[in-house]
């Protein structure tokens, strides 16, 4: 990111903010002064890392979820004054080989979202800005705040969210293919597995439609890939070709399958994240007449 640059496009932006908010403006508000000195003071040191030297030392600006009050004098300010945070910047620790790289992704990923953030303040001051600066700016940090997007954390539980969201919606979906069985079967047929060409068939493999996998929300959402694989892995042994029909429920193991003796998620095949080939088969064997009954009830109250 050129740095420089982008401090030449923002410094008119910081004197439009000031035209609007400097505390000299209200000396015969002796409390709208007062708090536009503490709110301009602390702008400053937001917008530090944006305006100085990397090299240059600048003040810590203290909590940034508190939020900046600034009265306008353009407008009725001193009974509506206007109140502004900047975003919170999630920053992540690394290793010692790579520090000095990732502590200078993450300044320039905090340039961004504090330029970011200036524009919008700009705009809930009506601050006159250019839209070509506007372009230039945003022209320039972009890259910064995607890439900082891409590497934000996500915990579990928003993983988890996601992830049951995706099912969902995949399950939602209508005419993927009108007969899941018939297609497996043909890709079966395509797949060569005669002795004749052991190599080939020991290539071939299937694997799940991804639209119809669904997992309990006990299952860590960090396993979910892993899983998925290792069950694709052995579908042939898994004798796929009886259930694709059917949605997949990733349960931990047999225990979160059942409640007594009736299936937890009726209308499901499941299946444990660590799968005995012998014990899935069992079950396939026992259950499967049931599984696809109650599938056929619940298709018909349209779960």
């Known amino acids: 990111m050129d740095t420089a640059k982008l401090r030449t496009l923002v410094k008119p932006l910081v004197r439009g903010v ?18 536009n000195q503490a709110s301009v003071q602390r702008l400053q040191d ?19 979820d508190t939020p900046l009050e600034f009265f306008s004098k353009s407008s009725d300010a001193t009974q509506n004054p206007i109140s502004f945070a900047f975003s919170k910047i999630h920053q992540s620790a690394t290793g010692a080989p790579h520090r000095h790289r990732h502590h200078e992704q993450q300044h320039q ?19 006159p800005t250019s839209t070509e600066a506007l372009a230039e700016i945003e022209k320039t940090i ?5 890439a900082a997007a891409a590497s ?39 797949a060569s597995w005669s ?36 069950i694709e892995a052995e579908l042939h042994n898994l004798h796929y070709d009886r259930w694709c029909s059917l949605p997949l429920m990733i349960v931990n193991d047999w225990r979160h399958a059942f409640r007594g003796s009736a299936s937890r ?13 012998q014990e899935f ?7 499967l007449s049931d599984i696809t009954q109650a599938r056929s009830e619940r298709n018909s109250q349209g779960q």
């Open 46 to 64: 937001l917008l530090a890392p944006v305006l100085k030297d990397p090299s240059e030392k600048h003040s810590r600006s203290g909590p940034v």
């Open 195 to 230: 002795p004749d060409d052991a190599q080939r068939s020991k290539s071939a493999r299937l694997e799940l439609d991804r639209s119809k996998v669904f997992f309990a929300s006990s299952v860590n959402p960090q396993r979910y890939a892993g899983v998925v694989e290792r």
């Open 265 to 277: 998620y009726p209308g499901f095949v499941v299946i444990p994240t660590k799968v005995s080939i």
């Open 142 to 146: 972009g890259p910064s705040l995607a």
């Open 18 to 35: 000031l035209l609007k908010v400097h505390p000299d403006y209200f000396v015969h508000d002796p409390v709208a002064k007062r708090i």
């Open 109 to 127: 990923q905090l340039v961004a979202q504090r330029t970011r953030d200036l524009v919008a303040l700009c705009g809930e001051l009506s601050v």
């Open 152 to 190: 934000a954390p996500v915990s579990a539980g928003e993983l988890r969210a996601a992830r049951a969201r995706e099912a969902l919606e995949n399950y939602a979906r209508r005419g993927a293919a009108p007969d899941l069985h018939a297609a497996l079967l043909d890709r079966l047929r395509q």
């Open 281 to 287: 088969n069992r079950y396939i064997l026992q259950n």
